[in-house]
């Protein structure tokens, strides 16, 4: 049986969140075509600065000078992973940190095939739900398309192989996240159902973890600051919703209106 780690401090989250709103970073997103706008909106909501650029000579150029870079293969193409490669390996030179989401992981081959490629471009962090983490971890995950069919606790000892193998912190998310190095975790419980009903809410919070993955200090903490803050505006959006055609704007505006004592 797996131990639960303990539930991420609140006062490691606001001390993570001032320094965020300190550095306002700016974040280059290679993300899915489907969630651009949401997440763009979520960055600057949170008062970082979103960009995304994907032609593969500009994307070099714009990740040796953003703060950090999103790379998520959800709508991946044979041109946007050159794209997806080129800036990796720029903002490596640069020594930029960045994030992979390995959308739809284990059960489509050429993505699949991508994903381990990458991940051994040492990314600064991964973030995926449980069958994702699983997949890329070696483990046969039970995905369903972009869907998790695993509860995140039973993906928590391969997230934590997978952070010791590359380096990377690793963020399982679901009902309750778990945030690894491969030695310490911490858990973030919240959210709420409608968030599991908008397309983007996930991928979005990858951009979050990019744009925390910039902060100087732990990171680790970090990126459960960055889970925390998407759970946490969530759960307060849901009072405030109908359902999801009203949560996207009370996201928005909860994400805008946070700040570290909410935290």
Not at 49 to 76: C, D, H, K, Y
Not at 185 to 213: H, K, N, Y
Request: glycine share 10%; proline share 5%.
């Amino acid at each position: 049986m797996i131990a639960r780690p303990d539930v991420f401090p609140g006062a490691r989250a606001a001390a993570s969140f001032n320094l965020f709103k300190q550095h306002s970073p700016l974040i280059h997103c290679l993300t899915n075509e489907v969630v651009q706008a949401l997440t763009a909106n979520v960055l600057l909501a949170l008062g970082a600065s979103p960009a995304m650029v994907v032609e593969p000579e500009e994307a070099a150029q714009f990740s040796r000078i953003a703060n950090g870079l999103l790379v998520n293969i959800g709508t991946l193409t044979a041109a946007r992973g050159q794209s997806m490669l080129a800036a990796i390996d720029a903002a490596n030179q640069a020594g930029t940190p960045w994030v992979l989401d390995p959308v739809a992981v284990g059960g489509l081959h050429y993505r699949s095939e991508f994903a381990q490629r990458l991940l051994a471009l040492r990314p600064a962090a991964i973030r995926g739900n449980a069958s994702e983490i699983l997949a890329l971890g070696g483990v046969q995950g039970g995905g369903r398309g972009v869907d998790s069919t695993a509860d995140s606790l039973t993906a928590l000892t391969a997230a934590r192989q997978l952070a010791q193998t590359s380096g990377a912190i690793v963020a399982v998310t679901g009902a309750v996240d778990y945030v690894t190095n491969g030695v310490a975790d911490w858990a973030i419980p919240g959210g709420d159902i409608l968030m599991t009903r908008v397309v983007g809410t996930g991928c979005s919070l990858s951009a979050v973890a990019a744009a925390f993955c910039a902060l100087p200090g732990e990171r680790l903490d970090h990126v459960a600051t960055a889970c925390r803050v998407m759970s946490l505006c969530g759960e307060r959006a849901s009072t405030q919703a109908q359902g999801p055609g009203s949560f996207t704007p009370a996201f928005l505006d909860a994400l805008y209106q946070l700040n570290a004592e909410a935290l």
